[in-house]
């Protein structure tokens, strides 16, 4: 995992100026994962996703798995369009075909899926490719499948869904990230009160929904 020197600071959608500011030996990354239907609306939505990108997150996953193919392409060119000044990375969750004919920057993979270096004959250079990590052993398949990055949970029990998976908690986590080179995120109840922990443990940064879309 590449490491930076700097004094991090993570700020959350609509939390103004509520910030937690991180001391650690990390480029603490943000990423974003997306549920429209907890907010209310599609425009709803595309307000907090345009907040975050004026605020700089690392990366945003469009996680909106409920609508049709074509919904979600359209979905996907509408957030491409928004301004994007920190140039923040988008992501859409399992489907790479629409990855591709949006133009967004990669897709993220749910645990299970087939390897990452699979697609990569037909993405472009530079397309990243993440994927969900429940165990150390998932980890490292991922890092030596291709995987750029991991999602990795949920370490504490989850605010903005249930899950049928125990909470793996921080030594999981520090043991997961100890084990590879690529990042690995930290997901699953992540607040601004235990989000140091995460990154104290090893993480290279923080994911989550209600993280990113709480006002």
Not at 59 to 85: A, G, H, M, T, Y
Request: overall charge positive.
């Amino acid at each position: 995992m590449l490491r930076y020197r700097f004094y991090a600071t993570i700020s959350y959608a609509g939390m103004n100026p509520r910030t937690v500011k991180i001391q650690a030996a990390l480029r603490v990354l943000r990423y974003y994962i997306t549920d429209r239907r907890s907010l209310g609306s599609t425009s709803a939505l595309l307000k907090t996703i345009e907040r975050n990108l004026a605020l700089g997150v690392d990366s945003i996953q469009v996680r909106e798995k409920d609508l049709s193919s074509r919904d979600l392409f359209r979905l996907v060119e509408r957030v491409l369009l928004l301004p994007n000044p920190r140039r923040t990375k988008i992501l859409v969750n399992a489907r790479v075909d629409v990855a591709l004919a949006a133009g967004a920057s990669g897709v993220h993979f749910p645990s299970g899926s087939p390897e990452p270096r699979r697609w990569r004959a037909i993405t472009p250079p530079g397309f990243k490719i993440g994927v969900s990590c429940h165990s150390r052993d998932e980890v490292v398949d991922a890092e030596q499948g291709g995987a750029d990055y991991v999602v990795f949970g949920p370490v504490f029990p989850p605010l903005s869904k249930s899950s049928d998976l125990p909470p793996r908690g921080l030594e999981a986590l520090a043991d997961a990230a100890r084990a590879v080179r690529i990042p690995v995120l930290a997901l699953g109840g992540i607040t601004a009160a235990n989000a140091e922990s995460c990154v104290a443990a090893g993480a290279a940064g923080v994911a989550g929904i209600s993280l990113f879309q709480t006002c």
